[in-house]
Structure formats: structure tokens, C-alpha cells
């Protein structure tokens, strides 16, 4: 199950988030200030990370930034009041962020951008483990290739094919996986991973 992080040093309004995601398919864990979320994602896994931008001692634009430094897949999002231009600006470009909400946010709107950013780590994870695989695949496309002296019409390795044709199923069979995955979650997949022809 994914974990959403949120952070503020306000409990009225974790309260409130915490009572408006309920119902969410997804695990929640909350912190009152900087330091308590990043003690908590010294032993919790968070694939989301929703902090307010105003807040004492560190600011959620400095929390983000340590989380970035520290756990770059967690993908962080931001809740703020200040609507000044240079803010926005400072935490856009700065921030790393993959959505920049601005408070009040409405119950729905923050369900959908949580869900995205959910959608958006579950897919970058899923092309994290497909690396090595990829890198299975090239190797062996090189090992034939060498062997063959690239020459077009050379026998190749019958064992080479074999192994080929078993990593591109695991391949097909996990981009299934994922979009199961993602429409029981409500999320949709297909402006993010094309499907593949047959």
C-alpha cells in the first residue's frame, strides 16, 4: 500500500486532511513540523510527501529540498497561502515540486492531486525495476551481435532468443500489472504509458 506524508504545524488542519482522506486507498502518516517528517521517513517509507509552506523553524520549501537531497523518488508536493509571486516562483523552481496547491483547497481537488502524484510515483517505480531488465536485454543484443561480428543473417544463439523473448514477456506482463493496479485505484494510465501493440 502507498504512503502519503502530510506535514503542518497547524493540527486543526491535519485534522482536517486526515478526516477528507479517509477514504483514500492509501496509507497516511502526519508530522507537525520539518524535523518530526524527516525523523518519520527515517523509518517509514513515503512515496508522497504534502507539506504546508509556512511553518516555524523549517519552512516546507526547506523540507523539501532535504527531502529531495535525501529520498529523490519521493515525490513532494505543497500546500501554501502566499500567493506573492516570488514565492510561487521560489517554490516552483526551487522546490522540486510535482504540484504547488494553494490554500484553501477544496477536498476534491486535493484527492485528485494526491491521486495523481500517486499515479506518478507508482509509474516511475515501475520503470525503475524495468532498468535492469533493460540492461539484461542490451546485453545480451550485444553479446549476439559480437558474436555474430554484426553481420546480417548470422545464425544467433538460439539460447540468446530464448532468454530474449522470456524478459520481454516479464515486461509485457508488468506494464498489465500496472495498469490493473492503477485502474482499481481510480487512476488512469493512458495518457502515461501507451499500450503496447500486438
Known amino acids: 500500500m502507498q504512503t502519503v506524508l502530510t506535514v503542518d504545524d497547524d493540527p486543526n488542519l491535519l485534522a482536517g486532511i486526515a478526516r477528507t482522506l479517509a477514504r483514500e486507498p492509501f496509507r497516511l ?8 517528517a ?20 523549517m519552512t516546507g520549501g526547506v523540507l523539501v529540498a532535504h527531502v529531495h537531497a535525501t ?4 515525490v513532494t508536493m505543497m500546500l501554501t497561502g ?3 509571486i516570488g514565492s510561487l516562483t521560489q517554490a516552483i523552481n526551487h522546490g522540486h515540486l510535482f504540484r504547488l496547491l494553494l490554500k484553501p483547497c ?13 499515479t506518478h510515483k507508482l509509474v516511475w517505480d515501475r520503470c525503475r525495476e524495468a532498468v535492469p531488465l533493460l540492461a539484461q536485454v542490451n546485453n545480451l543484443l550485444s553479446s549476439v551481435d559480437a558474436r555474430t561480428g554484426g553481420a546480417h543473417g548470422a545464425a544467433v544463439d538460439p539460447f540468446a532468443c530464448h532468454t530474449l523473448a522470456d524478459l520481454a514477456r516479464h515486461l509485457d ?3 498489465v500489472r500496472l495498469r490493473q493496479s492503477l485502474r482499481q485505484s481510480d487512476h488512469s494510465l493512458e495518457p502515461l504509458v501507451p499500450k503496447i501493440p500486438r
Open 82 to 84: 502566499d500567493t506573492s
Open 71 to 74: 529520498y529523490p523518488e519521493v
Open 173 to 175: 506482463r508488468e506494464l
Open 106 to 118: 477544496a477536498a476534491d481537488d486535493l484527492k485528485d492531486a494526491l491521486r495523481a502524484a500517486l
Open 29 to 36: 502518516l502526519q508530522a507537525s513540523s520539518g524535523d518530526e
Open 38 to 57: 524527516l525523523s518519520l521517513m527515517m523509518t517509514e517509507p513515503v512515496d508522497v510527501l504534502l507539506t504546508d509552506d509556512r511553518m516555524p523553524e
